[in-house]
């Protein structure tokens, strides 16, 4: 019987962003557990993927009864540093405004756990991992991964933890979802759910935002069919116009005008061409060209084919209260006012269905000008909902509150 194997691998030498991504793809500087033939994954695309690996890190100390563990899920091209700095970029960890002591998400009361997502690429198993068939990367070969898909597997990390139920699951986006499958999947495992600027199923909008990130990627003449590792290359032009227009969709209208305006990059007069002349396009070319030095492509395919499929009420007849029919889990569920990617009316779908199934729930919408990525960003009524949530949840759980840690933010 093969048992999981769990690693703590340090971070490499001095190499380029894009080698160190590449490096972390195969062997993260996090936590990883890899599960053998013995522990298969069912997958909705069919069949079984095995074995398969999951990279994961955590913060805090899991207390003694193991009743203080959160799970928190990373968004599209996120990944398993959330509070600690990215091996691969040096930056803070995408969610370190939220987790850590004092903050919100306490890690001085929380054991938080957070991992990569299946078809990922900082570590988990994903198109750029060697398929042991092949002894060569996956690239396609790997079957499409779905949100449910990313939960069991998430399952089984949280069974190798030893944590029978989590005291909440917390997502925004993409993180979202998962958190809402989690509680509809697992209710018996689930204390609380906060679920973030997401919905219940893709927009058609959506779907269509991104396969033209897709339709990028893959006109690229470096995609190769995927199998743009055999040739040493990557399809960065494509890669690049994905994130450009994915990124607009990140910001609202409002954010954009403050930001840059009509302003001209660096001149005062027109130049008559096709060169980033304003602001925003540059802005944009930059984070472009920046994200494909640490992300995938062929990932970036998966993890948004994967939210595309994510549909909850279609595995419940269509009614989305059914998912959530005798949970007794306590739900918050956030919008934000600027969010068009995410509007608040995807929210209030949800919030309607758990008043519906009887649920606990809820519900506050944020006013901001940051629009979806608003999440990420500070915004103090933003971390004020969910530390209240999480003090509620304490008290329901019979557990005294914690310290009121006030943090200058300014």
């Not at 997958?43 to 799970?71: C, K, Q, V, W």
Request: charged fraction near 20%.
């Amino acid at each position: 019987m093969n048992s999981p194997t769990d690693r703590n691998n340090p971070e490499t030498g001095a190499q380029s962003r894009e080698e160190r991504a590449h490096q972390e793809a195969l062997s993260p500087s996090s936590r990883s557990v890899t599960f053998g033939p013995d522990t298969p994954l069912k997958l909705d695309a069919g069949g079984e993927l095995s074995p398969f690996t999951i990279a994961y890190e955590t913060y805090g100390s899991l207390n003694e009864d193991r009743s203080n563990a959160i799970l928190v899920f990373h968004a599209l091209t996120g990944d398993q540093y959330a509070a600690s700095p990215s091996p691969v970029t040096g930056k803070p960890g995408w969610w370190s405004t939220m987790i850590g002591p004092g903050k919100p998400i306490d890690t001085e009361r929380y054991f938080v756990i957070c991992s990569n997502v299946l078809g990922g690429c900082s570590g988990s198993t994903g198109p750029a991992s060697i398929n042991p068939a092949t002894s060569k990367p996956y690239g396609l070969d790997l079957p499409v991964i779905t949100v449910p898909d990313m939960v069991r597997a998430q399952t089984k990390l949280i069974d190798y933890l030893g944590i029978n139920k989590l005291f909440s699951v917390i997502g925004g986006s993409m993180g979202g979802m998962q958190a809402m499958q989690w509680a509809a999947a697992y209710p018996e495992r689930v204390n609380s759910a906060i679920l973030i600027a997401t919905a219940s199923h893709h927009s058609s909008q959506n779907i269509a935002l991104y396969e033209v990130g897709r339709q990028a990627v893959m006109a690229d003449l470096d995609w190769h069919g995927g199998r743009y590792y055999d040739y040493d290359v990557t399809p960065k032009k494509g890669l690049a116009v994905a994130r450009m227009a994915a990124h607009v969709t990140y910001m609202s209208e409002q954010s954009l005008q403050n930001k840059f305006g009509r302003n001209l990059q660096n001149s005062t007069e027109k130049g008559f061409s096709f060169d980033a002349e304003f602001e925003i396009e540059s802005y944009l070319h930059h984070q472009g060209m920046t994200f494909v030095d640490r992300f995938d492509a062929n990932s970036y395919l998966y993890v948004t084919r994967a939210m595309d499929y994510f549909d909850l009420a279609a595995s419940y007849d269509g009614q989305l209260a059914k998912a959530f029919m005798g949970t007794k889990a306590r739900f918050c569920v956030v919008s934000f006012t600027s969010d068009w990617h995410f509007p608040t009316s995807a929210s209030r779908t949800i919030v309607h269905a758990l008043n519906a199934a009887g649920a606990s729930v809820s519900f506050v919408e944020i006013d901001s000008d940051k629009g979806h990525d608003a999440f990420l960003l500070e915004e103090p009524e933003f971390f004020d909902a969910i530390n209240g949530f999480l003090h509620a949840a304490d008290r329901s759980n019979g557990q005294p509150d914690k310290p009121d840690h006030t943090e200058d933010r300014s």
